[in-house]
């Protein structure tokens, strides 16, 4: 006898195969079988006729680190059907960090993790991991060691280019990370100290990764004017070394739209010539990150500490404010490209400017007598960087070109606190309502098979992504004609429609669209095989 038969359902098993009525058994933590309608019996019976069934669904790009162990789980992504999230983003996160350099570390990141537990930093991959399995999880967890935080084994926050002995020495911490779990690396090449890195520095780091048969996962280093340039870059590093995965492959301002067709043909090109290449999307024409990722790569030098003592010193503030002048023909001037307009303050530390959050910087600056740049730098100095914004960067038409391609994937990049994007709660089910019932530029199967299947292979999570026996019982039951978000940039906080049940690791984590406190998420780690595992 099972412990769990889902009967009836509509069965998309995550592989891309046209979908089929089934029933569904459980039993433990596992998928115990997958068969006709009717032919199985259970100590629990769901009657899911006229539902969808799928694998729970992956996030390829998260950034809940801290708020998985704040002590209050998070739900936004389970609530949405995700049961399990890649963390450790953009090459900026929470291991391996030093102890010394913890402190500063965490004023880096306080912009883009939302509010920090204790500890908030790590000095091995090993210790975060082993943090995950201690706590009670929601979803499943997965690492990528970040190349920012192997930088403190070499050169540090510093502006220049690593030596040979630092390159050896992050080597070495990075396949320390990889023994301990890590399931790809990751680097934003727009955020220091990865910004710094050479492309010798580069290409170690795709050899490393290659060696433990994992992704190389880039922010490329520019999504407007050189976005093809950054798509060459990547792939003269990777190619012949490591898989390559893009974060949030997108276009940053119209004016650049004649760059994006030329990159997507050129990485299609490579993986017809069978490099393995993937890219995760998020279906808005806004981001989001920390407000500091508008200043220069120069004013970032040297860590946080320098930058905030450069924000209060008259001086070099006024250095700063200086560099907005030059056009992007000089450097990715947002000011420029997107205007302080279109970027909007999402959230702060201080109640005394909570005011603040979901105006534009404009607005803002008014109301504060400034000019934008100066509204900037005097909110950064006196919420000590952590400020996260919200960017409007681009037209909708971009979206679906991008969504469209067979090795393109769903992702939140979902940052908490504050009014956040609505893709924390939405993303999921805005990309199965736009890409497959509004706009249908994938059927139904292929669009499971992306936020299932396709991300579990990339990362190569063994057992997840797919509806067979022996798999881990991660699933979702949903209503394909109501599944839609209702979080929007003005009430972002809301979960979506349509979503019947959500288990994880065979427990029952949401029914009726309501979190039961049931929580089987586990810390999923690389073994020796290359495959994620749980701890």
């Keep these: 006898m099972y412990d769990l038969v889902i009967r009836a359902s509509l069965v998309y098993d995550g592989s891309g195969s046209a979908p089929g009525p089934a029933d569904v058994a459980i039993k433990e933590d596992r998928i115990a079988a997958v068969a006709a309608p009717g032919s199985l019996a259970g100590d629990q019976v769901v009657d899911a006729y006229g539902l969808a069934l799928t694998p729970g669904l992956i996030d390829p790009h998260s950034h809940s680190e801290w708020a998985l162990l704040e002590g209050k789980p998070p739900l936004p992504k389970l609530l949405q059907g995700i049961t399990t999230e890649i963390l450790g983003q953009d090459g900026i996160s929470v291991a391996p960090i030093p102890a010394a350099a913890a402190g500063d570390w965490q004023g ?3 912009g883009l993790l939302g509010q920090a537990p204790h500890p908030a930093t790590w000095p091995t991959v090993g210790a975060y991991l082993a943090a995950l399995a201690r706590a009670s999880l929601p979803v499943n967890a997965a690492y990528l060691v970040p190349h920012g935080a192997l930088r403190m084994a070499g050169p540090g926050p510093e502006q220049r280019p690593a030596t040979a002995g630092e390159l050896e020495a992050m080597a070495g911490a990075a396949r320390q990370a990889f023994r301990e779990g890590a399931v790809g690396l990751s680097t934003g090449l727009i955020y220091p100290p990865c910004t710094y890195a050479s492309e010798e520095e580069l290409v170690m ?15 490329l280093r520019s999504e407007g004017k050189d976005l093809l340039a950054s798509v060459q870059e990547m792939l003269r590093v990777t190619i012949g070394r490591s898989p390559l995965h893009i974060s949030h492959l997108k276009l940053m301002g119209k004016t650049y739209a004649s760059q994006l067709g030329p990159a997507l043909e050129l990485l299609e090109r490579s993986r017809d010539r069978g490099h393995a290449i993937t890219a995760d999307q998020y279906p808005y024409t806004a981001g989001s990150t920390m407000l500091a990722a508008v200043l220069p790569e120069w004013a970032h030098a040297g860590g946080a500490g320098q930058l905030l003592a450069r924000l209060h010193d008259p001086a070099q503030r006024e250095t700063i404010a200086r560099y907005f002048t030059l ?5 990715d001037n947002r000011a420029f490209t997107i205007g302080w307009e279109s970027i909007v303050i999402s959230s702060v530390r201080r109640d005394s400017n909570r005011w603040m959050e979901g105006k534009h910087v404009a607005e803002i600056a008014a109301a504060r007598g400034l000019d934008p740049v100066q509204a900037v730098l005097q909110l950064l100095a006196e919420e000590e960087l952590a400020v996260t914004m919200i960017t409007h960067y681009g037209g909708e038409d971009f979206l679906s070109h991008i969504a469209s391609r067979s090795w393109v994937m769903p992702c939140t990049d979902g940052i908490y606190g504050g009014r956040p994007h609505p893709r924390l709660y939405g993303a999921f ?66 979960a979506p429609a349509g979503i019947y049940a959500v288990w994880v690791n065979g427990r029952l984590a949401v029914q009726e669209g309501r979190a039961t406190g049931e929580w089987g998420g586990r810390a999923l780690l690389r073994d020796r095989e290359g495959a994620g595992n749980a701890s």
């Excluded at 780091?205 to 922010?219: D, K, R, S, T």
């Excluded at 736009?434 to 190569?460: D, I, K, N, Q, Y």
Aim: aromatic residues 12%.
């Design 108 to 110: 880096a990141l306080a």
């Design 327 to 331: 056009g992007p023909e000089q450097w």
């Design 205 to 219: 780091l795709a050899g490393v990764v290659g060696e433990f048969m994992a992704p190389l996962v880039v922010h």
């Design 429 to 494: 089910p805005r990309f199965f309502r736009r890409f497959v019932r509004e706009e249908p530029v994938l059927g139904w199967a292929a669009a499971v098979r992306r936020a299932t299947s396709l991300p579990a292979a990339t990362f190569r999570l063994k057992g997840r992504g797919l509806i067979r026996p022996g798999c881990f019982a991660d699933l979702v039951l949903f209503d394909p004609a109501k599944l839609s978000d209702r979080s929007t940039y003005e009430e972002p906080e809301q």
